[in-house]
């Protein structure tokens, strides 16, 4: 599905499909993993971006996190070798021997000697041969032998033989009276020990050998006892802590059918939650004791999506998947029973990235609505000016704290990790300059934005959707309709509240340094609204021709005006695609939160009011309640104006001329308001900006509730207010790019900047094809 192969990897094949039968640590793998290779990255600069970002994932990241249970080929030595580890006796190392065959506990002579140990009479006298090539040996002295390994201390009575196969032998009579359980696969012994759990685990045989060829007081001196575990006795293997989360991602993986089919397939039984089936099957291999491996010498071909359209929708996909993660019972099961290092490697490799990102950007709005909150309240100049006369260095650095985070620079950080794994870090210097040339930072800004969406959305409301992105190779330019369509809730409603927050907060709020402050406080806030604004015109082929933007402007007005229907599809019809938009509202929790969303739009309102110089200093509820008489009055208004002829075809002329009657009052109006009163030109855009913010959240409002609006035959006024919105974003965004279209070179440097030689070849052939085209047709 999506993948290519080679001749070279197929003859690789059979190796990878024997993996199935090695031993990969505890259990026999189930799900073998493999590299990426995308082969789409030259197309564009977007694919390249893309080709980068999956490989930082898909390869590197998914490498490290199946690696110590790949690295269990090395402790294939448990299968040959006996159990052997140190203990300390009497301040001495010693070589012991855990063995069930031996049926007494064994103590060397020599080291009996060596000790000091005194010894007793054995009250059982025997002969025994097995350990010695000798003749049978008698065995007619024991003794009480001191031992410390770890935190495991006691004294066991041991045969004194004469011995050199090791230090201390403990056989079957130390096995029974500490209960003791062998794991022959881990080849580790467990026991209790003063109601502690302890487990022994062996040194593997280089340690042992090491210690053989020394003498046993050299030994002594010079090594430290290597012991090893409290509950665990062995060296700590950290990253066996942190990782051994891979999962699943994506269609190279190679599944072990019969693991699979036997413990309830692979794709989940819901429609909803079975867009991200890939990475469900891993939770369902990791719950059920799977074993998720890693292969780095095979790997399989990969187109991926090379427009950004496509790219979005992908996005979009992945984030509600990993939004239905998180309401799943899969992840809470495996957030229960993983210890607290592989859960947190879990989370930050699966649903914590959405969540970081979504926290990224509720951090911007958090600090913009919390400056635009001391600049209503006229905290921040006070504070500011009492923390200067106090001397508060501290306070004042924290009230002008610069937000720089370039969070699409940091988007970028896991991919320059990998080109200088990959690379060196001469090229990854190199080609990270590339990409930040090709505005890479412009594109993970708004993917950014797309996973924070649709992330978001199914948190509230679920219902995940699948996105047929369609995987081909786009030369095409892309229709300002289509792009409008596409990213209007999810990019250019938040962009353009951010843009109002900024212009607030400069026109109200107050900062130490002046305009330089200004700018170093919301630059990255602006960087962030223009990248959400433009970056599907930035990166859309031949997004800046004036005759492609001709065309998409009579396309965009025809689909605007055009009336929906029974059947209309939302690409064909403005309003078809409004109620399309407003399908994930449907239970009351949802509605509930979307309220309290909503709310956020009339900060602006309240805010503003107190701050015109009509009102002055009186900061009265008065003051309040009359804006909301002049906002009943602009909607009264525009209802005369936007009121239908076609139901009054009789009263077209009386319809006209109170029209133009309203008209004329409402500029005889505001000329005398503005010339009798203190209400001024900057007074009146301060006004619109805040009615603008409390019309859309009264818009919200009408959505989230659109049964009681629709009962009280209110529900055509909001359609149309809807579409007044919708109208004045739209001619917003289209205006740059209009500008920018009168412009050829514009067009030019976009095509070189952005794509790489063939396909700027591709759209100029493209383009001559479709002139000759047109000619054919005339």
């Known amino acids: 599905m999506s993948l290519d192969n080679y001749l070279e990897e197929a003859m690789k094949m059979r190796n990878l499909l024997e993996e199935f039968r090695g031993n990969h640590g505890l259990r026999r793998p189930t799900i073998l993993g493999v590299r990426e290779h995308v082969f789409t990255g030259s197309v564009s600069s977007l694919a390249w971006f893309m080709s980068n970002q999956e490989t930082s994932f898909v390869t590197l990241g998914q490498r490290v996190l199946a690696n110590p249970l790949k690295e269990g080929d090395k402790e294939t030595w448990k299968r040959h070798s006996i159990f052997r580890t140190r203990c300390i006796s009497k301040g001495k190392l010693c070589i012991v021997v855990i063995d069930g065959g031996s049926t007494d506990n064994l103590v060397s002579q020599e080291i009996v000697d060596k000790l000091g140990l005194q010894t007793t009479k054995h009250p059982k006298p025997f002969s025994i041969q097995w350990f010695k090539k000798e003749d049978p040996v008698v065995v007619n002295h024991q003794c009480l032998v001191p031992l410390t390994i770890g935190p495991y201390e006691d004294t066991v009575m041991c045969t004194v033989v004469p011995m050199d196969i090791c230090h201390l032998l403990l056989g079957r009579l130390w096995q029974f009276d500490h209960r003791s359980i062998h794991d022959g696969a881990k080849n580790t012994h467990s026991f209790l020990h003063n109601d502690r759990k302890l487990i022994l685990e062996p040194l593997k045989p280089p340690d042992i050998e090491t210690t053989m060829c020394t003498t046993f007081l050299a030994e002594a001196r010079e090594s430290e006892p290597k012991l090893l575990k409290t509950e665990k006795m062995a060296g700590l293997d950290l990253f066996g802590l942190v990782f051994r989360v891979r999962m699943h991602y994506g269609h190279p993986d190679v599944f072990d059918r019969i693991f699979h089919i036997t413990r309830g397939g692979i794709s989940k039984a819901s429609r909803v939650i079975n867009i991200s089936e890939d990475i469900y099957a891993g939770f369902n291999s990791t719950l059920r004791q799977g074993n998720i491996t890693h292969h780095e010498y095979i790997q399989v071909g990969k187109g991926r ?12 996909k992945v984030a509600g998947g990993n939004g239905e993660q998180v309401l799943s019972r899969d992840v809470y099961r495996l957030g229960q029973l993983f210890d607290f290092f592989r859960m947190l490697s879990f989370f930050f490799t699966t649903v914590g990235y959405y969540v970081c990102t979504m926290m990224t950007v509720l951090t911007v ?3 913009l609505y919390g400056r635009i909150y001391l600049a ?17 260095s501290a306070l004042n650095a924290a009230l002008n ?11 970028a950080v896991p991919m320059i990790m990998g080109f200088i794994l990959e690379l ?3 090229k990854a210097v190199f080609s990270f300059i590339t990409m930040q040339l090709q505005l890479c930072s412009v594109f993970f800004t708004f993917s950014l934005g797309t996973r924070t969406h649709y992330f978001g959305r199914t948190i509230l409301h679920g219902g995940a959707k699948y996105k047929a992105t369609g995987r081909g190779f786009v030369v095409r330019h892309i229709r300002f309709a289509e792009n409008y369509r596409l990213y209007s809730r999810s990019h250019f409603v938040k962009a353009l509240e951010v843009a109002l927050l900024l212009i607030v907060y400069i ?11 200004f700018i170093l406080l919301t630059i990255s806030s602006w960087f962030l609204v223009i990248s959400w604004l433009f970056a599907p015109y930035i990166f859309n082929p031949s997004g800046f021709e004036w005759q492609k933007t001709v065309e998409d402007f009579d396309n965009w007005t025809s689909w605007l005006l055009y009336k929906g229907g029974v059947g209309v599809k939302g690409e064909h019809s403005w309003e078809s695609w409004w109620d399309e938009e407003q399908m994930h509202i449907q239970t009351l929790r949802g509605r509930v939160l979307e309220t309290l969303l909503s709310i956020r739009f009339f900060i602006f309102q309240y805010g503003i009011v107190y701050k015109l110089h009509l009102t002055g200093k009186d900061t009265s509820l008065a003051i309040y309640g009359f804006s909301w008489v002049a906002l009943v009055a602009i909607v009264m208004i525009f209802k005369i104006f936007t009121f239908s002829p076609k139901k009054s075809t009789n009263f077209q002329l009386v319809l006209r001329f109170i029209q133009g009657v309203t008209s004329l009052g409402l500029l005889a109006a505001l000329c005398l308001l503005v010339y009798f009163t203190k209400l001024s030109i900057p007074d009146l855009f301060a006004s619109f900006l805040a009615f603008i913010a409390t019309g859309w959240g009264i818009l919200c409002l009408a959505i989230t509730w659109k049964r009681v609006v629709r009962s009280l035959g209110l529900w055509d006024s909001v359609r149309e207010f809807a579409r007044l919105y919708d109208a004045g974003m739209g001619m917003l965004i289209f205006a740059p790019v209009a500008v920018l279209s009168w412009f050829p070179f514009v067009s030019t440097f976009q095509s070189r900047l952005l794509f790489n030689q063939a396909f700027s070849r591709g759209l100029e052939i493209s383009l001559i ?3 000759n085209k047109a000619n054919i047709q005339d």
Do not use: M, P
């Open 401 to 411: 704290a610069q937000f720089l985070v370039q969070i699409g620079v940091f988007t």
């Open 365 to 367: 709005y958090i600090f």
């Open 305 to 316: 999506d090379v427009g950004l359209n496509q790219i979005a929708l992908f996005e979009g």
């Open 507 to 517: 026109a109200y709020g107050y900062t130490e340094g002046g305009a330089t402050s």
């Open 376 to 392: 209503f309240s006229g905290l921040d100049r006070g504070i500011s000016r009492q923390a200067k006369i106090l001397g508060n």
């Open 424 to 426: 060196g870090l001469l």
């Open 769 to 771: 094809l479709a002139g």
